[in-house]
């Protein structure tokens, strides 16, 4: 039985808490914090003489000063109070740092906490290692600018703004006692994916989830100007997280480490109750979980001005507050007096080590943030169990009595016929798998999922809205946000988890950039033998332009395929099954693979179905194969090649080699289908691209090759790029024609329909063949007036004439 919460009725004092540092533990984090802002100003500057035990000269300075010290000192603060929490209370957690170019900030406590030297052997509590580590930040072969996965304890690295939190809910999902404290910069606030992540704990199941503990860091500026939320009182901000389902914890003042360790109390008590009362039957209705705002200064304990300039608490702290220091002797002095405030002879001894009590404010082995066993997700990870494929097939039977089942006559949804597989999977795995849609899962004709389980929504609705929709452990996720949702899923996958994102094919392009930063995490973390395997990164692109002709020319747009080919060629995969057990079977495959992003790309509506699941299985492994049943005696010495690379392009390709069949029998036609698009490319450039012979014997060595494809030429230009003869191939694909129309008038409008691949292969075989010139003339005048035919038919009645939309194979 759910229960609302007490509303709160505090406007002040927000932190105020029975809980204190004592005097000891609280000149401990003092020191500490001192060594960690010594450590993150060190490694921006210097290169030598780390201690400072020599007068500070340009030879020991960097001769290029990168990074970003502004943010450095409140990362400090916050990782060292998120210590103390897990001292006190034994805590699961572990840190996302939104502001990841305070890269030197997390390094520092990465340092001393000792998990850098456990992956970084070389990196010691000694003079010797002090030295590696300072010099190492933004020096070539050593650590970049932000962080990256070759930092322990990473899942995000945070170089692009705005998928910090939405990343941190996706971790803390399935892992009920898992928090994941994620820092969020106000500049990174202001960006719009942050802005619908703050919803997430509307997500959140406190029976079964583990907790986020939102932090935003209020330091008033990005680089060259005031941040929104600096500008916002307290009664704004207030407001405004109490709308989106907060208790508000505002940490300011003279005193922040007291009242920063007190906040950080009250949010971790609130989060056990919300979780400790769902899970002995006492759900709260609307959960307030916390959030803490923390003020503080820009570029804190810095250097305080610069030529009259005020540098602390300004936007000048953002990067290198001093940039000359090499050539300006009164700036040099400046920065030495800044680096000597934190006193590092009090903080290392002769030999380098860190002083006993700094240590004693880290927690120990995987109990260090930098070590949680989470942010390692490929040891987290166990296999997928996958049910047979057997029991979701398609019945196709090229033999059979029953004309319905024989091949290109049966007709099937594809997407609706995997998602009873999807069924399966969600039910052998109640917790390692997910499907994170943005609004779109059962318009993308996935909705059979939801005979298994439902959409997780923990807030209270309408009961004429209760319908597949709830608290309790759904296994789907959907919000009208692609960014949110593509966050959520990241945190899943890297924490060792699996899932699926379905979009409509023209939106996903929302996501492009985060996919690329994914992609880049991907390949990095392939470099690290200590980044084993995570579970890929799956798209299911559907609802694609050759079907969207109702909608109109805004969605149709399939230029993620073009963006995902620009990757590198380990990681990126993109797949375009013709049928639905080319679909089973690919799909099948993507959510087994790891370290990948894999963009499968199918249609919704009901098309023919063409291989028996055996013959899927093999198309598929071999990503491009002759379909001999469809060519003339089998593809043998063929005049032209016709190549299908989609369902619809492939539909039209079966359709005009019939039709070829019937007209002009003198034209051998071989029928090739691709399905794997990186086969096209040299093995050279992509390990599933096809060698040159295997490349010839598909599309021969010297004859004419009509590609019709899903997406823009321009992808398949590119990737048949370096390949021989490659002016025999003509490609059609996508031209940016479009509007509402009938569905084969998309095609039209775009050169990929029957009547153009007859004309283009009876052009390409006239040269060779003369029985074939001999016809050409009369044939292609006819297809022309036909395609003039079927425009004035659509324009009178609205639809496609019967013969093109009842097509069969025959």
């Not at 069924?423 to 899962?441: A, H, K, Q, Y």
């Given at each position: 039985?759910?229960h609302?919460?007490?509303?709160?009725?505090?406007?002040n004092?927000e932190?105020?808490?029975?809980?204190?540092?004592?005097?000891a533990?609280?000149?401990r984090i003092?020191?500490?914090?001192?060594?960690?802002?010594?450590?993150a100003?060190?490694?921006?500057?210097l290169?030598?003489?780390?201690?400072l035990?020599e007068?500070l000269?340009?030879?020991?300075?960097k001769?290029?000063?990168?990074?970003?010290?502004g943010?450095?000192?409140?990362?400090?603060?916050i990782?060292?109070?998120?210590n103390?929490?897990?001292?006190?209370?034994?805590l699961?957690?572990?840190?996302?740092?939104?502001?990841?170019?305070?890269?030197?900030?997390?390094?520092?406590?990465?340092?001393l906490?000792?998990?850098?030297a456990?992956?970084?052997?070389?990196?010691t509590?000694?003079?010797a290692?002090?030295?590696?580590?300072?010099?190492s930040?933004?020096?070539?072969?050593?650590?970049?600018?932000?962080?990256?996965?070759?930092?322990?304890?990473?899942?995000h690295?945070?170089?692009?703004?705005?998928?910090?939190?939405?990343?941190?809910f996706?971790?803390?999902?399935?892992?009920p006692?898992?928090?994941?404290?994620?820092?969020?910069?106000?500049g990174e606030?202001?960006?719009?994916?942050?802005?619908?992540?703050?919803?997430?704990?509307?997500?959140?199941?406190?029976?079964?989830?583990?907790?986020?503990?939102?932090?935003?860091?209020?330091?008033?500026?990005?680089?060259?100007?005031?941040t929104i939320?600096?500008?916002?009182?307290?009664?704004?901000?207030?407001?405004?997280?109490?709308?989106?389902?907060?208790?508000?914890?505002i940490?300011?003042?003279?005193?922040?480490?007291g009242?920063?360790a007190?906040?950080?109390?009250?949010a971790?008590?609130?989060?056990?109750?919300?979780?400790?009362?769902?899970?002995?039957?006492r759900?709260?209705?609307?959960?307030?979980?916390?959030?803490?705002?923390?003020?503080?200064?820009?570029?804190?304990?810095?250097?305080?001005?610069?030529?009259?300039?005020l540098v602390?608490g300004?936007y000048?702290?953002?990067?290198?507050?001093?940039?000359?220091?090499k050539t300006?002797?009164?700036?040099?002095?400046?920065l030495?007096?800044w680096?000597?405030s934190?006193?590092?002879d009090?903080?290392?001894?002769?030999?380098?080590?860190?002083?006993?009590?700094?240590?004693?404010?880290c927690?120990?082995?995987?109990?260090r943030m930098?070590?949680?066993?989470?942010?390692?997700?490929?040891?987290?990870r166990?296999?997928?169990?996958r049910?047979?494929l057997e029991?979701y097939?398609t019945?196709?039977?090229?033999?059979?009595?029953?004309?319905?089942?024989?091949?290109?006559?049966?007709?099937v949804?594809n997407?609706e016929?995997?998602?009873?597989?999807?069924?399966?999977?969600?039910?052998?795995?109640?917790?390692?798998?997910?499907i994170?849609?943005?609004?779109?899962?059962?318009?993308?004709?996935?909705?059979?999922?939801?005979?298994?389980?439902h959409?997780d929504?923990?807030?209270?609705?309408a009961?004429?809205?209760?319908?597949?929709?709830?608290p309790?452990?759904?296994?789907?996720?959907?919000?009208?946000?692609?960014h949110t949702?593509q966050?959520?899923?990241?945190?899943?996958?890297?924490?060792?988890?699996?899932?699926?994102?379905?979009?409509y094919?023209?939106?996903?392009?929302?996501?492009?950039s985060?996919m690329?930063q994914?992609a880049?995490?991907?390949?990095?973390?392939?470099?690290?033998?200590?980044?084993?395997p995570?579970?890929?990164?799956?798209?299911l692109?559907?609802?694609?332009?050759w079907r969207?002709?109702?909608?109109?020319?805004?969605?149709q747009?399939?230029?993620?395929?073009?963006?995902?080919?620009?990757?590198?060629?380990?990681i990126?995969r993109?797949?375009?099954?013709?049928d639905?057990?080319c679909?089973?079977?690919t799909l099948?495959h993507?959510l087994?693979?790891?370290?990948?992003?894999?963009?499968?790309?199918?249609?919704?509506?009901q098309?023919p179905?063409?291989?028996?699941?055996?013959?899927?299985?093999?198309?598929?492994r071999?990503?491009a194969?002759?379909?001999?049943w469809?060519?003339?005696?089998?593809?043998?010495?063929?005049?032209?090649?016709?190549?299908g690379?989609g369902?619809?392009?492939?539909?039209?390709v079966?359709?005009?080699?019939?039709q070829?069949?019937?007209?002009?029998?003198?034209?051998?036609?071989?029928?090739v289908?691709?399905?794997?698009?990186?086969?096209?490319?040299?093995e050279?450039?992509?390990?599933?691209g096809?060698?040159?012979?295997?490349?010839e014997?598909?599309?021969?060595?010297?004859?004419s090759?009509?590609?019709?494809?899903?997406?823009?030429?321009?992808?398949?230009?590119?990737?048949?790029?370096?390949?021989?003869?490659?002016?025999?191939?003509?490609?059609?694909?996508?031209?940016?024609?479009?509007?509402?129309?009938?569905?084969?008038?998309m095609?039209?409008?775009?050169?990929?329909?029957?009547?153009?691949l007859?004309?283009?292969?009876i052009?390409?075989?006239?040269?060779?063949?003369r029985?074939?010139?001999?016809?050409?003339n009369a044939?292609?005048?006819?297809?022309?007036?036909?395609?003039?035919?079927?425009?004035?038919?659509?324009?009178?009645f609205?639809?496609d004439?019967?013969?093109?939309?009842n097509?069969?194979?025959e």
């Amino acid at each position: 039985m759910a229960h609302h919460a007490p509303p709160s009725t505090r406007h002040n004092n927000e932190t105020e808490s029975s809980f204190t540092l004592n005097p000891a533990t609280r000149e401990r984090i003092t020191r500490y914090r001192r060594a960690t802002n010594y450590l993150a100003a060190a490694q921006i500057y210097l290169k030598a003489n780390v201690l400072l035990e020599e007068p500070l000269q340009p030879e020991h300075i960097k001769d290029r000063l990168l990074g970003h010290w502004g943010t450095c000192p409140g990362i400090n603060l916050i990782y060292a109070h998120l210590n103390q929490l897990i001292l006190r209370h034994d805590l699961d957690m572990f840190l996302i740092t939104g502001p990841g170019h305070g890269a030197p900030a997390n390094l520092a406590n990465l340092y001393l906490e000792g998990t850098l030297a456990d992956y970084y052997p070389d990196l010691t509590h000694d003079r010797a290692g002090l030295e590696r580590f300072v010099k190492s930040f933004s020096w070539p072969g050593g650590f970049p600018s932000h962080l990256y996965p070759g930092v322990p304890g990473t899942i995000h690295e945070g170089g692009e703004l705005g998928y910090a939190l939405a990343t941190a809910f996706g971790a803390a999902m399935d892992n009920p006692d898992l928090i994941v404290a994620c820092i969020v910069g106000d500049g990174e606030a202001e960006t719009g994916p942050t802005a619908t992540a703050w919803h997430s704990i509307k997500f959140i199941d406190p029976s079964t989830d583990g907790a986020v503990l939102p932090i935003l860091h209020l330091n008033s500026y990005k680089i060259s100007n005031p941040t929104i939320f600096g500008t916002m009182s307290d009664d704004e901000l207030r407001e405004l997280f109490t709308g989106y389902g907060y208790e508000t914890l505002i940490v300011q003042g003279n005193d922040l480490d007291g009242t920063l360790a007190a906040a950080m109390e009250r949010a971790y008590l609130r989060i056990r109750h919300i979780q400790q009362e769902a899970r002995e039957g006492r759900r709260i209705e609307k959960p307030h979980w916390p959030v803490i705002l923390l003020r503080s200064l820009k570029g804190w304990t810095g250097v305080k001005k610069l030529d009259g300039h005020l540098v602390e608490g300004s936007y000048r702290s953002h990067q290198v507050p001093i940039t000359d220091v090499k050539t300006n002797p009164t700036h040099l002095r400046l920065l030495e007096q800044w680096l000597r405030s934190y006193k590092p002879d009090e903080l290392f001894d002769a030999e380098g080590r860190p002083m006993p009590d700094l240590l004693r404010c880290c927690p120990q082995g995987d109990r260090r943030m930098g070590s949680n066993p989470h942010t390692f997700g490929g040891r987290m990870r166990q296999e997928l169990i996958r049910p047979p494929l057997e029991i979701y097939a398609t019945q196709v039977d090229p033999q059979s009595n029953n004309p319905g089942y024989r091949r290109g006559r049966m007709m099937v949804g594809n997407v609706e016929q995997v998602a009873r597989y999807l069924s399966g999977v969600i039910r052998d795995n109640p917790t390692r798998f997910r499907i994170f849609s943005p609004d779109e899962l059962e318009s993308n004709k996935l909705g059979a999922v939801l005979d298994i389980t439902h959409r997780d929504y923990q807030w209270p609705i309408a009961p004429d809205d209760r319908l597949h929709i709830g608290p309790d452990d759904g296994r789907v996720l959907e919000m009208l946000s692609e960014h949110t949702c593509q966050g959520w899923l990241q945190g899943y996958l890297l924490t060792g988890r699996y899932g699926l994102f379905p979009s409509y094919e023209a939106f996903l392009t929302i996501v492009t950039s985060m996919m690329d930063q994914f992609a880049k995490f991907l390949k990095v973390s392939d470099e690290i033998p200590w980044r084993l395997p995570v579970p890929s990164l799956n798209y299911l692109e559907t609802s694609t332009l050759w079907r969207q002709e109702h909608n109109g020319f805004s969605h149709q747009s399939p230029g993620f395929i073009n963006t995902i080919l620009n990757k590198k060629g380990r990681i990126m995969r993109v797949y375009l099954p013709p049928d639905a057990n080319c679909l089973l079977s690919t799909l099948d495959h993507c959510l087994r693979s790891t370290n990948y992003v894999n963009l499968i790309i199918a249609n919704k509506p009901q098309l023919p179905q063409w291989l028996t699941l055996e013959e899927a299985v093999a198309h598929c492994r071999a990503g491009a194969s002759i379909w001999p049943w469809a060519s003339i005696d089998d593809g043998v010495d063929p005049d032209v090649v016709l190549v299908g690379i989609g369902d619809i392009p492939t539909l039209e390709v079966l359709a005009a080699a019939q039709q070829l069949r019937a007209d002009l029998p003198e034209l051998r036609v071989r029928v090739v289908n691709v399905t794997d698009l990186l086969v096209l490319e040299h093995e050279s450039m992509h390990p599933h691209g096809l060698d040159d012979a295997m490349f010839e014997g598909l599309f021969t060595a010297d004859k004419s090759v009509i590609i019709n494809f899903h997406g823009y030429p321009s992808a398949v230009k590119q990737l048949l790029f370096g390949r021989s003869h490659t002016q025999r191939f003509q490609i059609n694909g996508y031209q940016e024609e479009g509007t509402t129309t009938t569905p084969f008038d998309m095609s039209v409008r775009n050169g990929i329909d029957r009547f153009h691949l007859m004309n283009q292969a009876i052009r390409a075989a006239m040269p060779a063949n003369r029985a074939v010139a001999a016809k050409a003339n009369a044939l292609i005048s006819r297809y022309e007036y036909q395609l003039l035919a079927h425009r004035r038919y659509i324009q009178e009645f609205g639809r496609d004439p019967d013969a093109i939309a009842n097509w069969q194979w025959e």
